[in-house]
């Protein structure tokens, strides 16, 4: 992950802080250690839970408990006001392009799309609540809502501008901005660093969802460079559990 943006403006606020586990990657979620022994703050803890969330590391630490070796510091923006920036992903494993939905049958309400054989079934995991984006055909560059899901089909609550022919070729991912639940939680990757698409809506970290912002230039670029922009709830020092 990266720096966003600030919601009020100004530059980053970095502080330096013992660790009590080793940072491998910059760019992770770091949380204050709620758990023993807490003898410095620790990477997430594990790809949901980021209870007492401090901010986002910008280089690394190595904690060791054998005397001679160096102490174990990181740097972590701690500005408050912080949205985080993640790369969408279609599993665990960071790199990963996302998936695809292709429209195999016309459409002319404007609001139902049809997968093609072959394509992830839009309610397994279920993504519903999420955001629905057009990314090849007639309504390219157009997203909506994402309100219901089954095997086959997936419906926006509004209709895209255009009819949905046979062959258009839309993303489904499970956040929606500004939702008030349900597309709100963001799960990551194994190492901490993206945000998964794989993942039913409603699981992983409780955050506010500020921007799904998809590259629209082509199916390619649409796979590999689109982006959340979320920003954890539970913030230390804010009442913390």
Do not use: H
Request: aromatic content about 8%; proline content about 5%.
């Amino acid at each position: 992950m990266k720096v966003g943006w600030f919601l009020f403006g100004g530059a980053a606020l970095p502080m330096k802080f013992k660790i009590g586990a080793t940072f491998s990657s910059a760019g992770v979620p770091a949380v204050q250690a709620w758990t023993s022994p807490d003898n410095g703050i620790r990477p997430m803890q594990g790809a949901v839970l980021a209870t007492d969330y401090i901010g986002l590391t910008i280089d690394t630490g190595t904690y060791s408990e054998t005397q001679g070796d160096t102490e174990g510091v990181i740097t972590v923006v701690i500005s408050p006001d912080v949205v985080l920036k993640a790369r969408m992903c279609n599993s665990a494993t960071s790199g990963t392009q996302l998936v695809t939905t292709t429209n195999s049958v016309a459409e002319t309400a404007g609001t139902t799309v049809t997968i093609t054989t072959g394509d992830p079934a839009p309610n397994s995991p279920d993504l519903a609540q999420g955001t629905i984006a057009c990314i090849s055909g007639a309504n390219k560059g157009q997203s909506r809502k994402f309100i219901t899901s089954a095997a086959t089909t997936a419906a926006a609550t509004s209709p895209f501008t255009n009819d949905i022919a046979s062959g258009d070729v839309f993303l489904i991912v499970p956040w929606f901005v500004m939702s008030n639940g349900g597309s709100d939680n963001v799960q990551v990757t194994t190492d901490l660093t993206e945000a998964r698409q794989d993942i039913a809506a409603g699981t992983g970290i409780p955050s506010e969802i500020w921007e799904t912002k998809f590259d629209f230039s082509d199916v390619s670029s649409a796979r590999r460079e689109s982006y959340l922009y979320f920003s954890p709830n539970d913030i230390v020092g804010f009442g913390n559990t």
